[in-house]
């Protein structure tokens, strides 16, 4: 990583937008071979984006991509990678079926003559795994294989490819530690035969433990970019998090009542463990941390969508028992899910249909579901959140992300519930629809209800909550008042960072 | 040595393979008639059809898709050959007939599974019907009986090469000839990758809508050559042959192990299912047991299949960090 060096891939100014989101803006990296570089950013700062259009998925708008020195030429997934351009999803995606020899050589299968040479490939990917340094079986199928395996065989691709820039997105969020000391050296391999590695972390003492170089990224810019040498882990929050905190979130003060939820020591093998906390009625509790640190696994156990094998969940004094969700909705809980399109809505249904859907016992007689009171529940609830839509009978993946937010809200909020859990409330929708999201809760919460609200932007959840948790890796690791959170405390406890 | 065996009884075949000898052994042993010359004839003579089909439905099923117009078509073209040899035409003009015939079904089905991304089930389904009924228009009541059969094809289904009906050489040479293509033509492995994880293989840049619908213009060609084996096979045809043939198919398939999620599975094994279900048939009639339980037989063994698979793929443990030990 001398500097005097040529840079493989130069990305000047890139822009891209997605409708009227702009993802990208002004976003910069430059590559040197033989460097691990470490691209940050909060979620949603626009590090996926820049990695799929280095993949072929996306095309840029605007600006420019150089490799080895030509122009790179965007847009497909086969020329990127002909190109020399190997990106690892944090997902592998792998062909279980196919034995590992074919997966590394997968639609580019070694030939002898004119028919496939599986001999060949099975010794070349033997060759490649122990170039990686580690003990892998070409002959066997991918199906079963560990997350850290699969990853191995993606990076024995790319190798066999002759990439020379190797995109890693997030690879160590699945990965045990000594799964990530075995990634550590082949990135290190990777290194030492001149490529130029990328990796997408957010845990910093990786970070600083294997990168050369860090480039930052915020709101779709590149905001700073240096060699390790010269960061700390300060000055790289510092960067992440950069914005001032406005003063959007429309929170009323709210008296806090007696206590409703209440969870025990909390535990799941392998998801998380010792989650203690309660809320008080009229309190909205702030559930922080990185996608994947376990937020969603706690709430949905809460919920009883799923079973925890320790601790217990008290709702008003009331044990509830696990893994049967519609006992806790009689309860008076309501789960506002993550995923809308696949957890919270029935797609194809009308909007009238999906509102009322959690109130069904109340209005049907006999069965019999009566379809004016399903509309008359509906549109109470439509003008409450002013939702934008034509008739009652559309079907709901016709309205608008935020919209669709909104008749999640409305089918939840008909219960009445006495807590409320939403998870990941305003992803996607634009800010006018966040911020009617945002007074709702609030004003729910004034009006004496629970809110356990987990969400990934920060701003969103110093700005909304009373209290905020924040979880790491499956463990509740952090507590903060309102008064006392600061982005950057949070970030380093869900980080994981030592104050280096 | 011990290495071998263990790679030998992880192939998928090998299960089916055994079942297929202890049905034939039991059967073998309990009527001895079964195990004469004229036994394994049988058997053969009367799997080809299924066999030949399998062959072509393995193509599909690999995909995670189906193909159920096979048996509308090979019907259909049975009765196109019979009636255009009828009326004097050479026994190329009859199969160039036959080819076209699965070739425009192969090609509506691809471009409607391929191109306009419909589901296979739904739109083979369809196809099945619409040929059905075409065919139902043109043969009306007509019957294509034994003096209209083109010479060579009455001669195949008549007659033996050493022993072997002709037209199980003509299904295991059909058999060879895909599995030698399926295991090492590049195009070929990409059904695979298609059936295994169809997104994955858009992202590795294979061209999904190309291959699949080639594999079900194949399937049609197939199907439609597979005609004169119809014919030869029962000398006659009219407007229900070849009636409910897919799903005949389809369990041959499934029996011999080709996953009906995607993904895995040979031609071989395919073959093997078919023959699998027919000794067991005829084994059932040679035990004198009643006929309908053989659709019975047919039914549990299906299910056998496909739970044996479940337990196959959910045994498979996941590896440690240092690999496979």
Not at chain 1, 458 to 467: H, I, K, N, T
Request: charged share 20%; with cysteine.
């Amino acid at each position: 990583m001398a500097p005097n060096q040529k840079a493989v891939l130069e990305m000047r100014d890139a822009a891209k937008a997605f409708g009227g989101v702009q993802a990208l803006k002004g976003a910069e990296l430059t590559l040197y071979p033989g460097e691990i570089h470490a691209l940050l950013g909060e979620n949603g700062a626009g590090k996926s984006t820049l990695l799929k259009a280095l993949a072929g998925v996306h095309k840029i708008d605007s600006g420019s991509i150089t490799l080895n020195g030509k122009q790179f030429e965007q847009g497909s997934t086969r020329a990127a990678r002909d190109q020399g351009i190997a990106v690892i999803y944090q997902e592998p995606s792998l062909f279980p079926d196919l034995t590992l020899a074919e997966n590394v050589f997968v639609g580019r299968q070694l030939q002898k003559g004119k028919t496939v040479d599986w001999q060949g490939m099975e010794k070349e990917s033997r060759k490649l795994f122990e170039q990686l340094g580690v003990n892998l079986d070409p002959t066997i199928r991918a199906r079963g294989l560990s997350i850290a395996d699969q990853q191995i065989v993606e990076i024995a691709k790319a190798l066999s490819t002759q990439a020379t820039v190797i995109v890693m997105d997030e690879p160590t969020a699945a990965l045990s530690s000594k799964e990530v000391d075995r990634l550590f050296k082949v990135a290190r391999n990777l290194e030492a035969q001149n490529c130029a590695v990328v990796f997408v972390s957010h845990r910093l003492d990786e970070v600083f433990a294997l990168c050369s170089r860090i480039t930052v990224m915020r709101d779709g810019a590149t905001v700073g970019s240096a060699p390790t040498s010269e960061m700390n882990e300060a000055k790289v929050i510092k960067l992440m998090v950069g914005r001032e905190i406005s003063e959007l979130y429309p929170k009323l003060e709210a008296k806090l009542g007696e206590v409703v939820l209440k969870v025990e020591d909390l535990g799941l093998a392998g998801q998380f463990a010792n989650i203690n906390f309660e809320v008080r009625a009229g309190e909205i509790v702030g559930l922080a941390g990185l996608v994947g640190s376990g937020r969603s696994e706690v709430v949905r156990a809460i919920f009883g969508i799923d079973k925890y094998d320790k601790g217990s969940v008290w709702l008003n004094g009331k044990k509830l028992k696990p893994g049967n969700p519609s006992a806790h909705m009689v309860a008076g809980m309501a789960l506002v899910p993550e995923d809308r399109r696949q957890q919270g809505l029935f797609m194809s249904s009308s909007i009238n249909k999906n509102s009322a859907v959690t109130m069904l016992k109340r209005i049907s007689k006999l069965f019999i579901v009566r379809q004016k009171d399903e509309g008359k529940l509906a549109s109470d609830w439509g003008k409450i959140l002013q939702l934008k839509y034509a008739t009652g009978h559309d079907p709901v993946d016709r309205l608008s992300g935020g919209n669709q937010q909104k008749v999640v809200l409305a089918k939840w909020l008909a219960t009445e519930p006495k807590l409320l859990i939403v998870d990941e409330p305003t992803r996607g929708i634009d800010v006018g629809t966040k911020s009617e999201v945002h007074r709702l809760l609030s004003q729910k919460a004034q009006e004496g209800m629970a809110i356990v609200m987990v969400s990934s932007e920060l701003p969103e959840v110093m700005g909304m909550a009373d209290r905020i948790l924040v979880m790491r890796e499956g463990r509740m690791v952090g507590e903060f008042d309102r008064k006392q959170a600061t982005a950057e405390k949070i970030i380093a406890v869900a980080t994981g960072a030592s104050g280096k | 040595m011990k290495n071998l065996i263990q790679k030998t009884l992880k192939v998928r075949e090998i299960p089916v393979f055994l079942g297929l000898l202890i049905v034939v052994l039991i059967t073998g042993t309990a009527n001895p008639a079964f195990f004469t010359l004229s036994g394994f004839q049988d058997i053969t003579l009367g799997v080809a059809v299924v066999a030949t089909l399998a062959v072509a439905q393995t193509l599909v099923i690999v995909m995670k898709h189906i193909d159920l117009s096979v048996g509308s078509t090979i019907g259909f073209s049975a009765y196109l050959i019979g009636d255009a040899s009828s009326k004097g035409h050479g026994f190329w003009y009859c199969m160039a007939l036959a080819l076209g015939l699965g070739l425009v079904v192969g090609a509506v089905n691809g471009y409607l599974v391929a191109y306009l991304k419909l589901p296979s089930l739904v739109v083979t389904l369809a196809t099945l019907y619409i040929v059905r009924g075409l065919f139902n228009e043109i043969a009306g009541g007509n019957t294509i009986t034994e003096d209209m059969v083109p010479k060579a094809i009455n001669f195949m289904g008549l007659n033996t090469f050493f022993g072997i009906p002709y037209l199980f050489l003509v299904a295991v040479i059909l058999m060879l000839v895909v599995g030698f293509i399926m295991k090492r033509l590049r195009p070929a492995r990409d059904l695979y990758a298609i059936g295994s994880n169809l997104a994955a293989a858009e992202l590795v840049g294979i061209p999904v809508a190309r291959r699949v619908f080639l594999a079900f213009l194949a399937t049609g060609a197939v199907s439609g050559l597979a005609g004169a084996v119809l014919l030869a096979r029962f000398n006659t045809a009219a407007a229900n042959s070849g009636n409910g043939l897919e799903l005949s198919v389809v369990a041959a398939c499934v029996v011999g192990g080709v996953a009906i999620a995607g993904g895995i599975g040979t031609v071989y094994g395919a073959v093997i299912g078919a023959v699998l279900l027919q000794a067991i048939t005829m084994a059932l009639g040679a035990l004198g047991v009643p006929q309908f339980w053989q659709l019975t037989v047919n039914g549990i063994l299906l299910i056998a299949a496909i739970s044996l698979d479940r337990y196959l793929s959910t045994r498979v443990k996941p590896t440690s960090i240092m690999g496979t030990n």
